[in-house]
C-alpha cells in the first residue's frame, strides 16, 4: 500500500523540480516558445497518472507539461521539444504548447481553449465500438466549460455513453479574468456540466491521495461501461499565466492571495503526512529528489547537444497521410 503514496509523491516532486527548472533557465534565450507552467498544480497530474491505465490515451490543453509526463511521456522528448530540437516529442515544431507522444497516450496538447475536447472525445467513441476497455481522458482547465464546443462534446459523450473523464483544474483564473467576472454568483463549474446528465465531482486539488481516490472511482465506473464523468479540482498555480515569473503585482491578483494558497502547497504536505506515516523518510525524500535532479540535468543536455530540424521538415507531417 506504501508504493502508491511514494509513486504519487515522486511524480509530484519531479514534474515541480522539471518546471522549476524550466523557469529557473528561461532567461538563457534558449527556449524560444511560450511556456505556461504548472507550478503548485501538481497532485492532480500525478494522482491522475496512477490512475490511468498505460493504454488509456490522454489530451490536454496549452498548460500540459505536468499532464504529459505523468502519463508517461518523455522528460528528455518534453525538454528537447521546449528548445525546438529535432528530437523533441513533436519534432521541434511544436514547443511547450503542442506536445504529443503515442507510445505513451498522450495524444496532443493545443493552445487553442478548448481545442482537445472533441478529439478526446472522438477517441472515446472507437473505445466504445471497439470494446476496448480503454478511457480517454480530457485534462481542462477552468475556462474551457465556458467554450461551446466544451457542451457539444460533452452532450455527445453522454448521448453514446463514451468512456470519457472529463478532469478540470480549476486554478480560478482565465489568464488575468477571475471566476467572479466570467459566472454568474453562486455557479459551480461541477454543477453547471452536471446539466448535461453526466455524474460529477468536486474536490481539493492540492490532496494527491483524496485526488487518487475520487479519480480511482471514477476511472471503475466509466471503464465499467457507466458513461463519462467530470472531475473538478480546486488548485491555483504559483507564477504568471505564460512564463517563468510571478505577477502578484500587476493587479489582478494579490500578494496575500498567493501566500495562502501556497501554505497548502501539496508537494509538502504529501511528504510531511508520509514521513509522519512512516511511508517514507527525509532520507528517503533526499534520495528522491536527486534521482529527478540527475534526470533533469540529463535531460537539458540531451536537449542543448540535439540539432535543430532540417529547414526541409517544415512542412512534413502537417497532414495526415492519405490511407
Given at each position: 500500500m506504501s508504493e502508491l503514496p511514494r509513486r504519487l509523491l515522486f511524480d509530484m516532486m519531479r514534474i515541480r523540480a522539471v518546471e522549476e527548472t524550466i523557469a529557473k533557465r528561461y532567461g538563457e534565450q534558449k527556449m524560444r516558445c511560450p511556456t505556461h507552467l504548472s507550478v503548485g498544480q501538481e497532485a492532480v497530474a500525478a494522482a491522475a497518472g496512477a490512475a490511468l491505465e498505460p493504454a488509456d490515451l490522454a489530451v490536454s490543453g496549452h498548460?500540459?507539461?505536468?499532464?504529459?509526463?505523468?502519463?508517461?511521456?518523455?522528460?528528455?522528448?518534453?525538454?528537447?521539444?521546449?528548445?525546438?530540437?529535432?528530437?523533441?516529442c513533436s519534432r521541434g515544431k511544436g514547443g511547450s504548447m503542442h506536445l504529443i507522444d503515442e507510445s505513451a497516450g498522450f495524444m496532443g496538447s493545443t493552445a487553442i481553449v478548448g481545442g482537445t475536447v472533441p478529439v478526446g472525445v472522438g477517441l472515446a467513441y472507437p473505445m466504445k465500438l471497439k470494446r476496448t476497455g480503454q478511457i480517454a481522458c480530457v485534462f481542462l482547465g477552468d475556462a474551457v466549460p465556458e467554450t461551446g464546443v466544451f457542451f457539444e462534446a460533452v452532450n455527445f459523450a453522454v448521448l453514446?455513453?463514451?468512456?470519457?473523464?472529463?478532469?478540470?483544474?480549476?486554478?480560478?483564473y482565465s489568464v488575468y479574468s477571475p471566476l467572479s467576472v466570467r459566472q454568474p454568483p453562486g455557479r459551480r463549474l461541477y454543477e453547471m456540466v452536471a446539466g448535461f446528465g453526466l455524474p460529477t465531482h468536486h474536490g481539493?486539488?492540492?490532496?494527491?491521495?483524496?485526488?487518487?481516490?475520487?479519480?480511482?472511482?471514477?476511472?471503475?465506473?466509466?471503464?465499467?461501461?457507466?458513461?463519462?464523468?467530470?472531475?473538478?479540482?480546486?488548485?491555483?498555480?504559483?507564477?504568471?499565466?505564460?512564463?517563468p515569473n510571478y505577477d502578484n503585482d500587476i493587479g489582478y491578483r494579490s500578494a496575500a492571495e498567493y501566500e495562502a494558497w501556497k501554505l497548502r502547497d501539496p508537494v509538502p504536505a504529501l511528504q510531511r503526512a508520509l514521513?509522519?506515516?512512516?511511508?517514507?523518510?527525509?532520507?528517503?525524500?533526499?534520495?528522491?529528489?536527486?534521482?529527478?535532479d540527475a534526470e533533469i540535468d540529463e535531460a537539458f543536455a540531451f536537449a542543448e547537444a540535439s540539432p535543430f530540424p532540417d529547414a526541409g521538415e517544415a512542412f512534413t507531417d502537417v497532414y495526415a497521410r492519405p490511407a
Open positions: 498548460r500540459a507539461h505536468a499532464h504529459y509526463l505523468a502519463k508517461g511521456g518523455s522528460l528528455k522528448a518534453m525538454i528537447a521539444e521546449i528548445y525546438g530540437r529535432v528530437t523533441g453514446k455513453k463514451l468512456p470519457v473523464l472529463f478532469l478540470c483544474e480549476n486554478n480560478g481539493d486539488g492540492n490532496d494527491a491521495r483524496a485526488v487518487h481516490a475520487a479519480l480511482s472511482e471514477g476511472v471503475a465506473a466509466i471503464r465499467a461501461g457507466e458513461g463519462p464523468r467530470f472531475y473538478e479540482f480546486e488548485t491555483y498555480r504559483w507564477r504568471e499565466h505564460c512564463g514521513i509522519g506515516e512512516g511511508v517514507v523518510s527525509e532520507s528517503g525524500i533526499a534520495a528522491m529528489q536527486a534521482e529527478i
